[in-house]
């Protein structure tokens, strides 16, 4: 799972994500309808399918790439009151600042009930919130989930997502 973690002067894939593999496929939910958007295939003949889907900090999408591949990406760090709007229902997310940490001290609102599932090694993981405590999808308790720079997941729920970003002095 992918994020842009970084405002770029035009968030489109195809200012974002350039250089990929042909055929690399990116998908995007749809939170409305409850299922993926038409996937959009980059080709490096003429950039994405869906040269007006965008991929903006906070946005986050599943990308698949026929082979290994990096991604960079290049922007500004977003600063102040960041709101990141989190829709009723599943959706996928990533944080707006570009810093690897427990999702918590990334001003995550973690409720009770939540489940946050990543992808590690390419299979999903799920980490379940209740009363304090993280637990895999099999009950065992576990650590808070850590989101990558970069990395989007899952989210079942309805709270907008706050973080107050300050590095200058």
């Known amino acids: 799972m992918i994020a842009n973690p970084f405002n770029a ?3 489109h894939l195809n200012a974002v994500l350039t250089g990929l ?4 496929l990116l998908y995007k939910w749809d939170e409305v309808a409850d299922t993926f958007f038409q996937a959009n295939i980059y080709g490096q003949c003429c950039g994405w399918s869906d040269p007006n889907m965008t991929l903006a900090p906070g946005e986050g999408a599943l990308i698949l790439a026929p082979s290994t591949t990096t991604a960079t990406f ?3 760090v977003l600063q102040g009151f960041l709101v990141n709007s989190v829709p009723s229902g599943l ?4 944080s707006k600042f570009p810093k690897a ?3 918590s001290s990334l001003g995550f609102p973690i ?8 992808i590690i090694g390419g299979s999903y993981t799920d980490y379940n919130y209740h009363n304090g405590i993280w637990t895999t999808s099999q009950g ?3 650590s808070p989930p850590t ?3 970069g990395e989007s997941f899952w989210i079942n729920k309805h709270t907008d997502w706050k973080q107050h970003i300050s590095i200058w002095p």
């Open 9 to 11: 002067v035009d968030n």
């Open 21 to 24: 593999p042909d055929n690399t």
């Open 74 to 76: 290049k922007g500004e």
């Open 91 to 94: 959706s996928i997310r990533a």
């Open 101 to 103: 940490d427990v999702i």
């Open 111 to 118: 409720a009770n009930g939540d489940t946050i599932t990543r």
């Open 140 to 142: 065992a308790p576990t």
């Open 147 to 149: 989101i990558g720079i």
